[in-house]
């Protein structure tokens, strides 16, 4: 689909300290239209099932470093957090961020195949996550994340979320690890020598 073009944003200017940031895509390559995923087309690095049922869309621009996510907040999603006044949970934000960032490492032209060989995504770190406006049922949000870089098997993002144009949520950088599917623990050590993580792979 053509005619979305990449979100202008300014993100934190210092969240790229201690990462190998992406590689751009070469020059010669021209830049393609914007990919808007649907359906069962909407796949992540992250066991999620039935991703689309949380995402109706997923637009990837062409930079191949960043995406947008649409959720419409179900109303069922919303009841029993607040008397009375029933607003989407934090919490489900936090899933549509990561959802969308593994939907955007699985489809990137920045990343070559043998990076995901038998490995998956997990959860490894939230940073700085900032909630700054209550999401009403029924309401579209937008989820954007934009690849930072990565420290060995761990990959870096920032990301936000806004709703009837604002900004409702903002994570400076969100970690996503890459682990063996199979049952146990990896134990995700960044090569700049900073503070591991241990994961259960189970």
């Known amino acids: 689909m053509i005619g979305l073009g990449n979100p202008v944003r300014r993100r934190p ?8 940031p992406w590689l751009p895509i070469p020059p010669t390559t021209p830049p393609g239209p914007t990919t808007v995923l ?16 949380f995402l109706r869309e997923v637009r990837l621009f062409a930079d191949g470093k960043t995406a947008e996510g649409v959720h419409i907040v179900d109303p069922a999603r919303c009841q ?15 899933d549509l961020l990561y959802l969308t960032f593994g939907v955007l490492l699985r489809h990137s032209p920045l990343l ?22 209550r999401i009403a049922p029924g309401s ?26 604002e900004t409702v949520f903002e994570a400076r950088r969100c970690w996503i690890g890459l682990i063996p599917p199979d049952g146990g623990s990896a134990r995700l050590v960044p090569s700049d020598g900073g503070t591991a993580i241990e994961r259960a792979t189970a």
């Open 13 to 20: 200017t210092d969240v790229l300290r201690g990462l190998v």
């Open 38 to 53: 649907m359906g069962d087309e909407i796949t992540s690095m992250l066991p999620y099932d039935r991703p689309s049922d």
């Open 80 to 94: 029993g957090h607040r008397f009375g006044t029933p607003l989407l949970p934090g919490s489900v934000l936090g």
């Open 112 to 133: 070559p195949d043998e990076l995901f060989t038998g490995r998956i995504g997990v959860r490894a770190r939230d940073e700085d996550f900032r909630y700054r406006r």
């Open 140 to 165: 579209e949000v937008t989820v954007g994340v934009e690849l930072l870089g990565r420290r060995g098997e761990l990959l870096a993002a920032h990301g936000w979320a806004t709703a009837e144009g």
